[in-house]
């Protein structure tokens, strides 16, 4: 079903820029584009035949719908689905979204000549959402190639070919909007454009204007369902490294440092010294893992990996999932303010129950007040046996409890009621009169460990 837009007035102003800045010039058109690439993005048909339990069911004899039990059958139902993909060899590999093809019995690549081929799933990466096909052909088939999807700028001239609704071989164009979206997988960095996609485009490419594919178009951002100018992919950079390995084995494999870290806060920063956030505040380290054998322990800040700087806590995890299986890297890092290099050898990740635990706790600074029991708006107590079980505390916290927070302290939203604090300044802590001997003295912000059911926490707080 189409819906057309009602008429609308349009208003023109005319904006002067500055003669000085640069930039490359509107294309005439897209047309020489669309006809060199058009040939090598394909629609994906996927179909998944359903058990008999999830048949529709027969409608009871004498109902005015009756006839259409004939018209369904008594076979099982087969539930399809479509989406876009593109050829990046002549063999027919075929590059798509594994949520495409996702529990698919059988799949179909459709040319823009009409020309349908069966094909078969090589390998599928949930993570990223990518998938790689194989045509059965033994044609020759016209292919596309990837491009350095780094080289992509915000306001650059960007394409998208695909299947949107159904409609193959359909042409959008537009700008990349914005670099490093985040849609909270944990491999996410996103291109950001304002190219039209829509339900179909899923899997198909995003092309620059020399007709290198720099992204793989996955999602959008909406509130209705339907393209509002914001849509989401996967840049290649990321993609060629998980198809190159889908390709070769079948499956992904990723590297494994046995660690998990929270990013480092404005607060944290400048605790540090730094002049801006940067670099990741190690959590916790896995028993005997990579990590573990390099020497790393919880509380290291990390400001390089394999000697590129940190930017957060997002590329640090793509850093170590995309170095070799086996590699050696250094890590410059920060233990108790005393810098130090680690080298360390990755290991491989395997994805069932290696999941980085989210990072939900956080670091604080206080304000004080004069109460003996509190301490930068906290309200601290001990861990009795009864706190213990009233607060919920973690078998293994041990230090001082934290039972309340002045909502208008520093600590609000960085300290709940619960948590345990285990050192300040790094130093361990047993009692309150070893937060005041430290708090005393501070003229500035502090560095809190805090166990918070049994995770570890940094925060820094303010005086």
Same mark, same amino acid.
């Given at each position: 079903?189409?819906?057309?837009?009602?008429?609308?007035?349009?208003?023109?102003?005319?904006?002067?820029?500055?003669?000085?800045?640069?930039?490359?010039?509107?294309?005439?058109?897209?047309?020489?584009?669309?006809?060199?690439?058009?040939?090598?993005?394909?629609?994906?048909?996927?179909?998944?035949?359903?058990?008999?339990?999830?048949?529709?069911?027969?409608?009871?004899?004498?109902?005015?719908?009756?006839?259409?039990?004939?018209?369904?059958?008594?076979?099982?139902?087969?539930?399809?689905?479509?989406?876009?993909?593109?050829?990046?060899?002549?063999?027919?590999?075929?590059?798509?979204?594994?949520?495409?093809?996702?529990?698919?019995?059988?799949?179909?690549?459709?040319?823009?000549?009409?020309?349908?081929?069966?094909?078969?799933?090589?390998?599928?990466?949930?993570?990223?959402?990518?998938?790689?096909?194989?045509?059965?052909?033994?044609?020759?088939?016209?292919?596309?190639?990837?491009?350095?999807?780094?080289?992509?700028?915000?306001?650059?001239?960007?394409?998208?070919?695909?299947?949107?609704?159904?409609?193959?071989?359909?042409?959008?164009?537009?700008?990349?909007?914005?670099?490093?979206?985040?849609?909270?997988?944990?491999?996410?960095?996103?291109?950001?454009?304002?190219?039209?996609?829509?339900?179909?485009?899923?899997?198909?490419?995003?092309?620059?204007?020399?007709?290198?594919?720099?992204?793989?178009?996955?999602?959008?951002?909406?509130?209705?369902?339907?393209?509002?100018?914001?849509?989401?992919?996967?840049?290649?950079?990321?993609?060629?490294?998980?198809?190159?390995?889908?390709?070769?084995?079948?499956?992904?494999?990723?590297?494994?440092?046995?660690?998990?870290?929270?990013?480092?806060?404005?607060?944290?920063?400048?605790?540090?010294?730094?002049?801006?956030?940067?670099?990741?505040?190690?959590?916790?380290?896995?028993?005997?893992?990579?990590?573990?054998?390099?020497?790393?322990?919880?509380?290291?800040?990390?400001? !390089?990996? @394999?000697?590129?700087?940190? &930017?957060? /806590? $997002?590329?640090? %995890?793509?850093? =170590?999932?995309?170095? #070799?299986?086996?590699? !050696?890297? @250094?890590?410059?890092?920060? &233990?108790? /303010? $005393?810098?130090? %290099?680690?080298? =360390?050898?990755?290991? #491989?990740?395997?994805?069932?129950?290696?999941?980085?635990?989210?990072?939900?706790?956080?670091?604080?600074?206080?304000?004080?007040?004069?109460? #003996?029991?509190?301490?930068?708006?906290?309200?601290?107590?001990?861990?009795?046996?009864?706190?213990?079980?009233?607060?919920?505390?973690?078998?293994?916290?041990?230090?001082?409890?934290?039972?309340?927070?002045?909502?208008?302290?520093?600590?609000?939203?960085?300290?709940?009621?619960?948590?345990?604090?285990?050192?300040?300044?790094?130093?361990?802590?047993?009692?309150?009169?070893?937060?005041?001997?430290?708090?005393?003295?501070?003229?500035?912000?502090?560095?809190?460990?805090?166990?918070?059911?049994?995770?570890?926490?940094?925060?820094?707080?303010?005086?």
């Amino acid at each position: 079903m189409f819906r057309f837009l009602a008429p609308v007035m349009t208003v023109v102003l005319m904006l002067t820029a500055p003669a000085a800045v640069t930039a490359h010039p509107a294309p005439d058109g897209f047309a020489d584009l669309a006809e060199r690439l058009s040939p090598a993005v394909v629609n994906i048909s996927a179909a998944q035949r359903l058990d008999s339990d999830d048949r529709l069911p027969d409608f009871p004899e004498g109902s005015p719908l009756e006839r259409f039990n004939d018209i369904f059958g008594d076979g099982p139902r087969i539930a399809n689905s479509l989406g876009s993909g593109f050829i990046i060899d002549p063999e027919g590999i075929v590059v798509t979204n594994n949520h495409v093809i996702d529990g698919a019995d059988e799949v179909e690549v459709s040319l823009p000549d009409g020309r349908v081929f069966p094909a078969q799933v090589i390998g599928t990466d949930p993570v990223t959402d990518l998938a790689v096909l194989r045509m059965e052909t033994d044609e020759a088939m016209p292919f596309v190639a990837f491009g350095d999807s780094d080289g992509a700028r915000v306001g650059d001239w960007v394409i998208a070919i695909g299947n949107p609704f159904g409609l193959g071989g359909t042409l959008t164009a537009g700008v990349v909007s914005a670099r490093g979206r985040d849609a909270g997988g944990r491999y996410d960095d996103y291109i950001q454009t304002d190219v039209a996609i829509n339900t179909g485009n899923s899997g198909g490419p995003l092309f620059n204007m020399s007709g290198d594919v720099v992204g793989v178009n996955t999602m959008i951002l909406s509130p209705t369902g339907a393209s509002v100018g914001i849509s989401l992919s996967i840049p290649s950079n990321i993609a060629t490294r998980v198809v190159d390995q889908l390709v070769e084995f079948g499956e992904t494999r990723r590297g494994w440092l046995g660690v998990s870290v929270q990013p480092v806060t404005p607060d944290m920063a400048e605790s540090y010294d730094l002049e801006t956030p940067y670099g990741v505040i190690i959590r916790n380290v896995e028993d005997n893992g990579p990590a573990d054998e390099g020497g790393l322990r919880q509380g290291d800040l990390v400001l !390089t990996f @394999d000697g590129r700087r940190v &930017r957060d /806590d $997002r590329f640090f %995890t793509r850093q =170590v999932a995309e170095t #070799e299986i086996g590699a !050696t890297v @250094d890590l410059e890092i920060r &233990r108790r /303010d $005393r810098p130090m %290099t680690l080298s =360390v050898t990755i290991g #491989e990740l395997v994805e069932e129950g290696a999941e980085e635990a989210a990072a939900s706790n956080i670091d604080v600074i206080i304000p004080r007040t004069g109460a #003996e029991n509190e301490v930068f708006g906290m309200t601290l107590g001990t861990l009795t046996p009864q706190n213990r079980r009233r607060y919920r505390v973690h078998p293994d916290a041990e230090g001082v409890l934290v039972t309340e927070v002045d909502p208008t302290s520093d600590a609000a939203g960085k300290v709940r009621p619960g948590d345990v604090i285990e050192q300040v300044e790094f130093v361990t802590v047993e009692t309150i009169a070893d937060i005041r001997a430290i708090t005393d003295e501070a003229d500035g912000p502090l560095r809190f460990q805090l166990n918070r059911s049994g995770q570890y926490v940094m925060q820094s707080i303010r005086s």
